[in-house]
């Protein structure tokens, strides 16, 4: 085979691998989310509520984050989601520390841990312009009886049908 040959791929369909980023590289959300594990709607939320989270918008409104922003992020995340702090406790702790947050922050005092399951059990704000449904949406076992009524009656039709044929 020609040294050609021996660059090429052994499969000209296999996906190539991505280079891996320098570590000062800006990210895309997309990146974030996959690295933080945290969904992309929740990284955009959460620029509203701590303004210290400032990527880098290019057109088309695609966020780039710097190191410094995905550090942020992390701490949040971790103080959110394994310390038990609430989003006003991180706020505050955010204002406490100049816009910082220190590495020994301790984990969040039983109230504050009471507060932050109260705030993920409470319901998703609704957006402004956003109309909720007019009724509740149907639960799971009012679509089953539905169904289930009307395969009763389409196997009474078959039935009654098949009665003609014979």
Known sequence: MSAIGDLLPEEPDAPRPRAKKAPNAFRTISEVADELHIP???????????PQIKPLK??????????????????????LYIQGYTI?????LLREGGGQL???????TPAERAASEAERSEPAPVLPGFEPPASPA?????????LR??????LEELVALRALLD
């Open 102 to 108: 220190s590495d020994d922050i301790p984990p969040a």
């Open 40 to 50: 992309q709607h929740v990284l955009r939320f959460w620029e509203t509520k701590f």
């Open 88 to 92: 006003k406790g991180v706020q505050r």
């Open 58 to 79: 290019r057109g088309g409104g695609r966020r780039y984050y710097r190191p410094d922003d995905i550090q942020l992020l992390r701490r949040i995340s971790d103080l």
């Open 138 to 146: 149907p639960s799971a076992d009012d679509e089953a009886a539905k």
């Open 149 to 154: 009524a009307t395969l009763e009656r389409v």
